[in-house]
């Protein structure tokens, strides 16, 4: 028998009713297994923060403690400071309530992690949130801490000499490229001064150092203090009763702390500028360093307003500049060199109207 068209209108609903039950069911079962697999997400995502958050936290225990006590244990004779007081702690996890909320929504636009996991938490586990957000400005707090590695000293200025060649500082530079003979560079400057010595070798020994010193303290007499970083030869027993033979007190940096040594480490700089230019202009290291040298003493340093051979001789230099220098002619002179100049011309002249004078005119020519 065959159905009315009202039952078939009915079997249709009745078709498509089920089909979007089938549609709703296998969305409810997807939507569910997504906030699963979101939900474990998010639970490894919090573990690994914990872990990372313990393991940065016994990073910077055991780092403050070593570095409080490398600064505790200063040897005599090196320029350091540290307070007498305990006041420089680093703060335990405790204080990660300090981190204000504007600072860890700042650091959260930052970072790429962070930035992941509050896409999965923002308005859809408010209390997971609630338990992430401190997790995760702890690790911030301490991460910084850790960065930082606590308060460092204030740099304590050295004192200046009363005058040259009292307080030296000295340094190495190399290995370098170049001949075997040239690829170290032993680095000397006279903080009173700013009077530079610079000598090229093939080794950063010992004995090279106080070869180095002997041809110095020869022609310019025996400093007070000598002033250099804890590289080994510096350290050697070698150089220590060379200069406790010579009366000259031995001082060293406070250790990984350069700034001690600021002033002969800019002028390596500086040195380390003028062997490259050397290297482009196609000459020789030695002299080319010699003539450096030579005009870097003969200039105004800005940090005393004088030349470093003022400050260590008394006078200035005279240079090739001081050469090319000559006084205008007056009187007699001047009407010297007048006439000299307009002899020349007329020389010139001549010669330039001997060259154009036309041959003369010979009647034979034309026959």
């Known amino acids: 028998m065959k159905a009315s068209p009202l039952e078939m209108k009915i079997k249709q609903v009745e078709d498509a009713v089920n089909k979007?039950?089938?549609i709703l069911l296998d969305?409810?079962?997807?939507h569910k297994k997504a906030v699963d697999d979101q939900e474990i997400a998010l639970e490894k995502t919090i573990k690994a923060i914990?872990?990372?958050?313990?393991?940065q936290q016994k990073s910077l225990e055991l780092m403050t403690q070593q570095h409080k006590s490398s600064y505790a244990e200063a040897v005599k004779g090196t320029y350091t400071w540290w307070p007498d007081d305990d006041s420089v702690q680093i703060a335990s996890l405790t204080a990660?309530?300090?981190v204000t909320e504007d600072e860890f929504r700042s650091a959260a636009e930052t970072d790429e992690e962070l930035k992941a996991v509050r896409g999965y938490v923002t308005g859809k586990w408010p209390s997971?949130?609630?338990d992430l957000d401190p997790r995760v400005s702890a690790y911030y707090h301490v991460r910084d801490q850790l960065s930082q590695h606590g308060e460092k000293p204030p740099l304590q200025p050295i004192p200046l000499p009363e005058g040259p060649w009292e307080r030296l500082m000295v340094d190495i530079i190399g290995p370098m490229h170049g001949p075997p003979t040239e690829r170290y560079d032993i680095v000397l400057c006279n903080l009173y001064s700013r009077w530079p010595e610079v000598a090229l070798?093939?080794?950063?020994?010992a004995s090279t150092i106080i070869q180095f010193l002997e041809t110095l303290f020869a022609r310019e007499g025996l400093p007070l203090e000598l002033i250099s970083d804890n590289g080994p030869a510096f350290r050697s027993a070698e150089l220590r009763a060379f200069l406790t033979k010579c009366g000259v007190r031995q001082t060293f940096s406070s250790p990984y702390s350069p700034q001690t040594c600021g002033l002969v480490e800019?002028?390596?700089?500086?040195?380390?500028g003028a062997i490259q230019s050397a290297r482009l202009a196609r000459e020789p290291r030695s002299p080319y360093l010699r003539r450096f040298l030579g005009e870097y003493r003969a200039t105004p340093h800005p940090a005393?307003?004088?030349?470093?051979f003022r400050l260590m001789r008394g006078r200035e230099a005279r240079t090739a500049l001081d050469v090319l220098k000559r006084d205008a002619p007056t009187g007699n002179s001047r009407k010297r060199a007048v006439r000299r100049r307009h002899r020349r011309y007329q020389s010139a002249y001549k010669r330039s109207r001997r060259r154009r004078a036309p041959d003369r005119f010979t009647p034979d020519r034309y026959q």
Do not use: H, W
């Open 201 to 205: 070798c093939s080794d950063a020994t």
């Open 27 to 30: 969305n409810v079962q997807i």
């Open 20 to 22: 979007t039950n089938m």
């Open 128 to 130: 997971r949130q609630r």
């Open 50 to 55: 914990d872990k990372r958050l313990e393991n």
């Open 266 to 272: 800019r002028l390596n700089c500086t040195i380390k």
């Open 304 to 308: 005393t307003g004088e030349t470093p």
């Open 96 to 98: 990660a309530s300090a």
